[in-house]
């Protein structure tokens, strides 16, 4: 059966979660600067983005807080756009795990949206985590990795 053309899933997802309800923005506009950093092939399936971070900052100010979802294609992606350092992998590695447990405790409908391949770290400026460090070894074992631009949709 046809989507109704003025359903849009995502848009109820954001909508119906109490924490995040005013934070729905069309196409990748909740990105700002960091829109340039997402390619979408075909625009029309660009269904809209949340500033996850920004929405839920007075409610976990101390917590390390993903940054953003989109919806392309009635699926959704969680984008965390955030230097790529050896250093930082840790720091990324909490912020996924927050997300986790948000989406499973306040956002069980955003949740039942994600894509298959749901993740993703993007770098704010150059690679930069050592090659054969602990870190290295950590993020190739969480499925999380760096990447310069997010191309939907994944081929």
Same mark, same amino acid.
């Given at each position: 059966?046809?989507?109704?053309r003025?359903?849009?899933p995502f /848009?109820?997802?954001?909508? +119906?979660?109490?924490? $995040?309800?005013?934070? &729905?923005?069309? *196409?990748?506009q909740a990105? *700002?600067?960091y829109?340039q950093?997402i $390619? #979408? $092939?075909?625009t029309?399936?660009? +269904? *809209?983005?949340?500033?996850?971070? =920004?929405c839920?900052? =007075?409610? &976990?100010?101390n917590a390390?807080?993903?940054? %953003?979802a989109l919806? &392309?294609d009635s699926? #959704? %992606?969680? $984008? +965390?756009v955030?230097? =790529? +350092?050896t250093?930082?992998v840790? #720091?990324v590695?909490r /912020?996924?795990?927050?997300?986790?447990?948000?989406?499973?405790? /306040?956002a069980?409908?955003v949740?039942?949206?994600?894509?298959e391949q749901?993740?993703?770290?993007?770098?704010?400026g150059?690679?930069?985590?050592l090659?054969?460090?602990?870190q290295a070894?950590?993020? =190739?074992?969480? *499925?999380?990795?760096?990447?310069p631009k997010?191309?939907?949709?994944?081929k």
């Amino acid at each position: 059966m046809p989507k109704n053309r003025n359903e849009n899933p995502f /848009k109820t997802a954001i909508e +119906e979660t109490h924490e $995040v309800t005013n934070c &729905y923005q069309s *196409g990748l506009q909740a990105l *700002g600067k960091y829109s340039q950093k997402i $390619v #979408v $092939v075909d625009t029309s399936k660009c +269904e *809209g983005s949340i500033d996850i971070d =920004a929405c839920t900052t =007075a409610i &976990y100010p101390n917590a390390n807080r993903w940054d %953003y979802a989109l919806a &392309y294609d009635s699926k #959704v %992606y969680f $984008v +965390e756009v955030h230097s =790529a +350092e050896t250093s930082e992998v840790s #720091v990324v590695l909490r /912020k996924l795990q927050w997300l986790k447990d948000w989406l499973n405790e /306040k956002a069980p409908k955003v949740r039942e949206l994600k894509a298959e391949q749901p993740y993703y770290w993007i770098q704010s400026g150059k690679f930069s985590i050592l090659k054969n460090s602990p870190q290295a070894k950590t993020i =190739a074992q969480s *499925g999380l990795r760096p990447i310069p631009k997010l191309i939907l949709p994944i081929k």
